[in-house]
T-cell receptor, first 114, second 115 residues
Framework: AQSVTQLGSHVSVSEGALVLLRCNYS??????LFWYVQYPNQGLQLLLK??????LVKGINGFEAEFKKSETSFHLTKPSAHMSDAAEYFC????????????FGTGTSLTVIP | GAVVSQHPSRVICKSGTSVKIECRSL??????MFWYRQFPKKSLMLMAT?????????EQGVEKDKFLINHASLTLSTLTVTSAHPEDSSFYIC???????????FGPGTRLTVL
C-alpha cells in the first residue's frame, strides 16, 4: 500500500526566505514521486517529479526536491520565496506506469508574507 | 503537449437535476482517465478510474449509480452527477495518463454548485 504524509497543513514564510514543504511516503515498491501546485479554483500543475533517475530533482519556478530513500522523504524547497508562490501544494506517490493510481497528501497551504 | 481540458469550468444547477462534465485530452490519446473530487481546502479524493471502452472502476464509498462515468473514446471521458443534491457541490478534477508514461495530466477542474 502507498500513502503520503505532508507535515504542516499551513506554512508561512517571509518573502525572500527559504521555503520547505515536507513530504514523507510509504511504498512497497520503488516509488514515483510528484509535487503539484494548485492556485484557487484551478487544477493541478506539475512542479517536478522523481522517477528513479537523479535523486535531486529540479522543477519549475525555482523549486527542487530531493528523494531520500533512507528517510522515505521527498521534501520540496525553494531558496527564496516570492509572493506568487502562495498556493496549495500537494505531494503524490505512484507505482508508476500507465493507469496507475496516484495517492495524494493532504496538501500544504503556503502563505508568503511581504 | 499533454493538455487536458474540462467543460464546463463552473456549473450551477437545481437540486434533482443531472449534470454532465466532460474531460478531454487535447493532444494525446489517453487510455486511462481519472476522476477526483476535492472538498474546500482538502486534498483530492479519487472517485474512479476510467479505461476507454470498459466500465469504470469506482473507489470504495463512491456510488456508481450516482456518478456515472463514460469513457467512449481515447480522448473523452464524461462524469454525470445524477439527481444532484447540495452535498454533491464540490470541485471535480479529471486527469489523464499518457501511454507509456508514469505521469497524470490534470484538467483545470469544474466547480459544481447545487442549489
Amino acid at each position: 500500500a502507498q500513502s503520503v504524509t505532508q507535515l504542516g497543513s499551513h506554512v508561512s514564510v517571509s518573502e525572500g526566505a527559504l521555503v520547505l514543504l515536507r513530504c514523507n511516503y510509504s511504498s512497497s515498491v520503488p516509488p514515483y514521486l510528484f509535487w503539484y501546485v494548485q492556485y484557487p479554483n484551478q487544477g493541478l500543475q506539475l512542479l517536478l517529479k522523481y522517477t528513479s533517475a537523479a535523486t535531486l530533482v529540479k522543477g519549475i519556478n525555482g523549486f527542487e526536491a530531493e528523494f531520500k530513500k533512507s528517510e522515505t522523504s521527498f521534501h520540496l524547497t525553494k531558496p527564496s520565496a516570492h509572493m506568487s508562490d502562495a498556493a496549495e501544494y500537494f505531494c503524490a506517490v505512484s507505482e508508476g506506469g500507465t493507469g496507475n493510481q496516484f495517492y495524494f497528501g493532504t496538501g500544504t497551504s503556503l502563505t508568503v508574507i511581504p | 503537449g499533454a493538455v487536458v481540458s474540462q467543460h464546463p469550468s463552473r456549473v450551477i444547477c437545481k437540486s434533482g437535476t443531472s449534470v454532465k462534465i466532460e474531460c478531454r485530452s487535447l493532444d494525446f490519446q489517453a487510455t486511462t482517465m481519472f476522476w477526483y473530487r476535492q472538498f474546500p481546502k482538502k486534498s483530492l479524493m479519487l472517485m474512479a478510474t476510467s479505461n476507454e471502452g470498459s466500465k469504470a472502476t469506482y473507489e470504495q464509498g463512491v456510488e456508481k449509480d450516482k456518478f456515472l462515468i463514460n469513457h467512449a473514446s481515447l480522448t473523452l471521458s464524461t462524469l454525470t452527477v445524477t439527481s444532484a443534491h447540495p452535498e454533491d457541490s464540490s470541485f471535480y478534477i479529471c486527469s489523464a495518463s499518457l501511454p507509456n508514461h508514469n505521469e497524470q495530466f490534470f484538467g483545470p477542474g469544474t466547480r459544481l454548485t447545487v442549489l
